[in-house]
């Protein structure tokens, strides 16, 4: 319930309130992927959505990486009946771009026909941060859910801590 005059709940601490949006303000100066790319990645990700091979749990995800070059390289879900045989929309998207000899990685993008953006999973998580060091502390994950809604989040926030950790930071 908020205070008379205030949008914010009563309990909301307001100095800590204004001190995470300004930390939010910070987080997205850093990222840098442009309005224009980010609205080309999430039509190219949805249309590899519509190619899903999800006939198992019927959850199609679709996903967009932008590359170094500029080009940007799509994924779809593979899933199998076989538990861990499948592969993830955003793996797909790696390993479509390393075939074709990328391996500059800036940002990606994640669809899916579910309301809230959705998330990586904790392997997509890990082969993302294998294959991104160089970008670590830039990388971009851009997640939108079917109403539009979007989440953009640095690949060192969603995975502070990887396997093989050893990659210097900036």
């Known amino acids: 319930r908020a205070t008379q005059g205030s ?3 009563e309990h909301t601490d307001r100095r800590a309130f204004f001190l995470s949006f300004s930390l939010m303000e910070d987080f997205y100066a850093q990222c840098t992927t442009e309005r ?3 609205e080309e990645m999430i039509e190219k990700a949805k249309e590899a959505m519509e190619n899903a091979n999800s006939y198992v749990h019927h959850f199609p995800v ?3 990486l932008l590359c170094g070059s500029g080009k940007i390289y799509q994924g779809a879900n593979m899933e199998s009946i076989i538990s ?3 592969n993830c929309a ?3 998207a790696i390993n479509h771009a390393r075939i074709h000899g990328e391996r500059d990685f800036r940002a ?3 669809v899916s026909k579910i309301d809230a953006p959705l998330r990586p999973c904790g392997m997509c998580r890990q082969y993302l941060f294998e294959n991104c060091r160089e970008h670590y502390n830039d990388f971009e994950i851009i997640m939108v859910g079917k109403t539009g809604s979007m989440d953009r989040r640095l690949l060192c926030e969603l995975i ?3 396997v093989g950790d050893e990659v210097p930071r900036r």
């Open 7 to 9: 949008p914010l709940p």
């Open 36 to 38: 224009a790319v980010i």
């Open 62 to 64: 679709g996903a967009a």
């Open 84 to 86: 861990g045989l499948g």
């Open 90 to 92: 955003e793996r797909v």
């Open 108 to 110: 990606i993008c994640v």
């Open 160 to 162: 502070p801590e990887a």
